[in-house]
């Protein structure tokens, strides 16, 4: 239902949604996944989990300093993009990770924790040679929850639910008043960042005032919007950095 609204608000407001095929392409991996869920789960989550260590560890390793190519943005790139599209990967992976760990039986765990350390290997080379932050954060908010799942804490689903909206909690109060503020000599000292979080404050200005023309409906897919906050890269920014924000400028609030 939300890609079909995504996709008429799109025609609304005169944007492009690209090929058909890019569409049946996504709509076929969404229909493939699910019958390989439904068919051998234990499978799909270990294939999953092993494509994504191995992007990881390729990523780590054929690390160069000043990236190993130039995307059409500006910006230096490694083998999974851009440095932030670290955590997105890194998220995916610790999350089938977890989830073949969790179908494996007893004696054979050991092939999920041999994933699990290679990933962790991975990703802290990484940030010993180019430190992110939400990446660090989500090494520490996994390996917190992996410990909480091999005690089989029987509180892990209210862990998940409450967690879910303390994430989502902070985020707004981050967008909307600046809380990071409160937690600056953190954000300073311990995490190595700016306050205004490598100026994503100032490009959530630019997109909440562009939210405010179309608050209900959104300004679809391929906008083609820019949130400028300067020169060079910065000027040619397309990203909403903030996946709530995101899905408020594309679709709107209905």
């Known amino acids: 239902g939300y890609v079909i609204w995504a ?92 989830v073949y760990f969790g179908l494996l039986p007893r004696n054979k765990k050991w092939k999920a924790i041999l994933l699990c350390l290679l990933s962790f290997l991975s990703v802290i080379i990484w940030n010993t040679r180019q430190p992110i932050t939400t990446s660090i954060l989500c090494l520490v ?14 509180l892990m689903d209210k862990i998940y639910r409450v967690g879910f909206w303390i994430i989502n ?26 306050t205004d979080l490598s100026l994503r404050t100032s490009i959530w200005q630019l997109v909440i005032a562009q939210i405010v023309e179309k608050p209900w409906i959104g300004h679809g897919l391929n906008s083609n919007t820019y949130f400028a906050i300067g020169a060079g890269v910065a000027s040619i920014n397309q990203a909403t950095h903030n996946g709530l924000l995101y899905f408020w400028f594309t679709t709107g609030i209905i």
């Open 7 to 98: 996709l008429f608000v799109t025609l609304l407001n005169g944007n492009s949604i690209g090929t058909i095929g890019e569409f049946l392409n996504l709509f076929s991996i969404g229909v493939i996944s699910i019958f390989c869920i439904k068919l051998n789960p234990s499978k799909y989550s270990r294939l999953i989990a092993i494509w994504f260590t191995l992007l990881l560890t390729l990523n780590t390793f054929l690390w160069r300093d000043g990236g190993m190519y130039i995307n059409a943005n500006g910006q230096m790139s490694f083998v999974l993009g851009t440095k932030t599209s670290l955590t997105e990967y890194q998220l995916v992976a610790f999350y089938f990770i977890s």
């Open 141 to 154: 908010l996994f390996v917190v929850l992996l410990i909480c799942q091999v005690r089989e804490l029987k």
């Open 169 to 194: 909690v902070i985020n707004i109060g981050i967008v909307f008043w600046n809380i990071q503020v409160l937690f600056s000599n953190f954000i300073t000292n311990v995490l190595h960042e700016s």
